[in-house]
């Protein structure tokens, strides 16, 4: 059965949808404060939140590096635009009491999916090239971590990739463990920005 072909409905739980909304608020929230404090880097203006904490937690070598302007503009902006997303996401899923299309719930997973791959990549390079870590981008990452784990495990135990056991299987283990596997990669990216930065040091 093709992703355009495929008729059956999914709806996530009242408590994951609204996750999903919150997710998505707070991204957009942090994503709006990360323009604000670029724009006051190019004009020499004050944040409406300063995120400079210290030499090493700070958010300028970040928000003004090449990096930071991935597609030319602020990466904040695409953090305003694509947050929406999950909010969409649970809010139409409350709406539509028999459910989304698989196909909605597959494009949603891999958006999401490249979110994580994304923040992953900034927050490497933010440590190794840059020595810096912006606070505002690190709520990003604390936000992104767990909503991925959550959409990509609700997704195969649902089986929106398909009726087989194992992928149902594989996505009931991701809820099972879902605090375990959200805290060692908050702890994966901890330790290895502490090793490399000395960020408690620098505070």
């Known amino acids: 059965m093709s992703v355009l072909t495929d008729a059956r409905a999914f709806r996530p739980s009242r408590a994951m949808s609204i996750w999903w909304i919150v997710a998505g608020l707070a991204g957009w929230t942090v994503s709006f404060l990360l323009y604000h404090e670029y724009i006051g880097q190019l004009t020499g203006g004050d944040a409406l939140i300063t995120c400079n904490v210290s030499p090493v937690v700070t958010c300028g070598p970040n928000l003004l590096s090449p990096g930071g302007n991935l597609l030319g503009f602020s990466n904040s902006i695409i953090g305003i635009v694509l947050f929406l997303g999950p909010v969409f996401a649970g809010a139409a899923a409350r709406a539509a009491p028999s459910g989304l299309r698989a196909w909605f719930w597959r494009t949603f997973t891999v958006f999401v999916l490249g979110a994580f791959v994304l923040i992953h990549f900034f927050a490497y390079r933010s ?77």
């Open 127 to 203: 440590i190794f090239e840059y020595s810096t870590l912006c606070p505002w981008c690190m709520v990003i990452w604390l936000v992104t971590i767990p909503l991925f784990v959550t959409v990509l495990g609700w997704s195969l135990r649902s089986g929106v990739w398909g009726a087989g056991a194992t992928g149902r299987r594989v996505g009931a283990w991701i809820l099972s463990w879902l605090p375990l596997l959200v805290i060692a990669d908050y702890l994966l990216i901890a330790v290895t920005a502490q090793l490399r930065l000395d960020v408690l040091g620098s505070l």
